[in-house]
């Protein structure tokens, strides 16, 4: 069983920060890439960022600039640094492995976490 869990949602004022962490656990061999997605209320879910094993990290243009990704791979665990939020920043925020091996024989899957609330209001 892999479970994927983030934490460091919540509610911050536009031009605010939060920091986002999401940890894997469980029978994990390795993990391509690791990423955040978002779905807002009413739109469909899109990427946040993502970043490889190797550390290549692709950004939404409209976070570029703005959002930093992360990963310590030692520990599964991928990071989102969120600063200069802006009220369309709201959304559930969703952690993603991509490509994660439970064993050096077994076929890759794709794991979702269950979503962390993220809302920008003064």
């Known amino acids: 069983q892999v479970q994927l869990v983030e934490s460091g949602g919540g509610l911050v004022q536009p031009g605010g920060s939060l920091r986002l962490s999401c940890a894997a656990s469980?029978?994990?061999?390795?993990?391509?890439?690791m990423g955040w997605y978002r779905q807002a209320p009413g739109k469909q879910r899109e990427l946040v960022a993502t970043i490889t094993s190797g550390g290549s990290a692709v950004y939404a243009d409209s976070v570029k600039g703005r959002f930093t990704i992360s990963r310590d791979n030692a520990k599964n665990t991928v990071y989102l640094q969120m600063n200069s939020l802006k009220p369309e920043d709201r959304a559930v925020y969703y952690c993603?492995?991509?490509?994660?091996?439970?064993?050096?024989?077994?076929?890759?899957?794709?794991?979702w976490g269950q979503g962390t609330q993220v809302t920008v209001s003064s």
């Open positions: 469980g029978s994990i061999f390795s993990i391509y890439a």
């Open positions: 993603n492995a991509e490509g994660l091996l439970t064993s050096d024989y077994d076929m890759p899957n794709d794991y």
